[in-house]
């Protein structure tokens, strides 16, 4: 199984930016589907953003759309999630996903998580 570690989050202000990095071991990232998850205190987890495995499909929640870019790197195994001109309501534990090569859409699906990395924004 693959295991995940997220990084980047952080204290920032509004419109700031910061980027997020899932990092995985164990298994080679490019035999995975990969998503962006956030889960804010006393809310359900939410789809964030999504990258197919070789990059060429990505996918974002609506709240985030044109301020997200997912990407990734397969020869470092990591995935990033550049945030900018964040908001209060983006503040969450944000979490990556892994799933195996799926055709299905990008939101769902997902069988490995890291651990999260908080992300507080304030104004």
């Known amino acids: 199984q693959v295991r995940l570690v997220e990084s980047g989050g952080g204290l920032v202000q509004v419109g700031d930016s910061l980027r997020l990095s899932c990092e995985a071991s164990r298994r080679t990232l490019r035999n995975y589907d990969v998503g962006w998850f956030r889960q804010a205190p006393g809310k359900d987890r939410e789809f964030v953003a999504g990258?197919?495995?070789?990059?060429?499909?990505?996918s974002y929640a609506d709240s985030v759309k044109v301020r997200f870019t997912i990407s990734r790197e397969n020869a470092k195994n990591t995935v990033y999630l550049q945030m900018n001109n964040l908001k209060p309501e983006d503040t969450a534990v944000y979490y990556c996903?892994?799933?195996?090569?799926?055709?299905?859409?990008?939101?769902?699906?997902?069988?490995?998580w890291g651990q999260g990395t908080q992300v507080t924004v304030s104004s």
């Open positions: 990258i197919s495995w070789g990059g060429g499909t990505t």
């Open positions: 996903g892994a799933r195996t090569i799926s055709r299905a859409k990008l939101d769902k699906g997902y069988e490995s």
